[in-house]
């Protein structure tokens, strides 16, 4: 028997993905090059599902060629309560690893890089919120999850152990984000995703965290934009916050992501008790001859994440604009 989500096939869907994504980027830039404007917030969420919509194409042509139902992509037929646990994680995981991403952003800041903004359109009222939850918590767990928890990480656990197939797929989940700002908070949240997924053998319990956890953050976005306006100043300005106080604020947040950090453990606990043991999240048959060349997708989608974050990182801190400086001298001797 052969599998449908073997390691080779995730990789390529992979690599294919990243092109897709690129390509669909691409075209989104040129439209707002020729005029596509994103001024209100309707427009910028509505957009921003239609694209979200869109990235899902490589995941149902892989079902498809692979004659893989819905249902067997999807895992498990979710037992009660863990719908309800993942969403309770994904809640408590944003102020858990919060201080993960401050301290990350003093590290960029202390070395010339600049501070992570969320650009995400200011939401005036709880029609404008609602809608910028649903997008980004619901469009982005319904397209994501399938791809790589449901095709990504089968397909790893198809040749590689437990931790090691994990370990590898949340990295390439941050790095597929290019996003070099939040980029261990990322992949913390990918192995989360990961690690409930593979225990309850389902994707639903993984969308639902996926999905509130996005949620948890647009909303504490809009919280946080609103106290800004209240007392009169704009937090998240990039020259608002120093070294000192990045490093303060991040130390605040370790002592509350503590008690968050203790909940998810407790959840997860309770995850696992109401989950068979049989339930385990990787493809079928293993593969026990899995030959090297299986490894050139993999190799190859992490080049081109890889690349991109890295990209995303010299336009942070000024590299593209030291190279047109240095060339406008030259030019001028």
């Not at 060629?65 to 646990?85: D, E, W």
């Not at 152990?161 to 989940?173: C, D, E, M, N, R």
């Not at 937090?235 to 991040?250: E, H, N, Y």
């Not at 992490?302 to 690349?307: D, F, H, K, S, V």
Request: proline content about 5%; charged content about 10%.
């Amino acid at each position: 028997m052969k599998s449908k989500y073997s390691f080779a096939g995730a990789g390529w869907l992979l690599c294919i993905w990243l092109v897709w994504y690129q390509g669909v980027m691409g075209v989104f830039g040129l439209a707002t090059a020729m005029g596509l404007s994103l001024t209100s917030t309707w427009s910028y969420y509505l957009v921003t599902g239609v694209l979200e919509i869109l990235l899902i194409a490589p995941v149902v042509g892989y079902a498809l060629v692979k004659k893989a139902p819905a249902a067997s992509l999807m895992g498990a037929r979710p037992r009660g309560g863990q719908i309800a646990l993942g969403a309770a994680i994904g809640v408590c995981l944003v102020p858990a690893t919060m201080f993960v991403s401050i301290f990350w952003q003093a590290i960029l800041q202390a070395l010339g890089g600049g501070q992570l903004e969320m650009n995400l359109p200011a939401a005036g009222n709880l029609g404008e919120l609602l809608l910028g939850m649903a997008v980004m918590g619901g469009t982005a767990a319904i397209v994501e999850e399938p791809l790589f928890r449901g095709i990504v990480l089968r397909g790893a656990g198809a040749r590689l152990p437990k931790w090691p197939a994990l370990i590898l797929t949340s990295v390439l989940f941050g790095l597929c984000h290019f996003q070099h700002q939040s980029l261990p908070t990322l992949i913390l949240v990918g192995l989360a995703l990961g690690l409930v997924t593979w225990r309850t053998g389902s994707l639903w319990p993984s969308i639902a965290l996926h999905g509130t956890y996005n949620m948890t953050a647009v909303l504490l976005e809009f919280v946080s934009q609103k106290a800004s306006a209240l007392v009169g100043s704009e937090l998240t300005d990039a020259g608002a916050v120093s070294l000192p106080q990045m490093l303060l604020g991040g130390l605040s947040w370790l002592a509350i992501g503590v008690p968050f950090a203790a909940a998810i453990a407790g959840l997860y606990y309770w995850l696992c008790r109401i989950t068979p043991k049989r339930a385990v999240w990787k493809a079928q048959p293993w593969e026990t001859k899995p030959g090297a060349w299986g490894w050139v997708p993999w190799v190859l989608a992490g080049l081109i994440a890889l690349g991109g974050v890295t990209m995303t990182a010299l336009q942070d801190f000024g590299f593209f604009n030291w190279l047109m400086e240095l060339a406008n001298r030259i030019g001028a001797r």
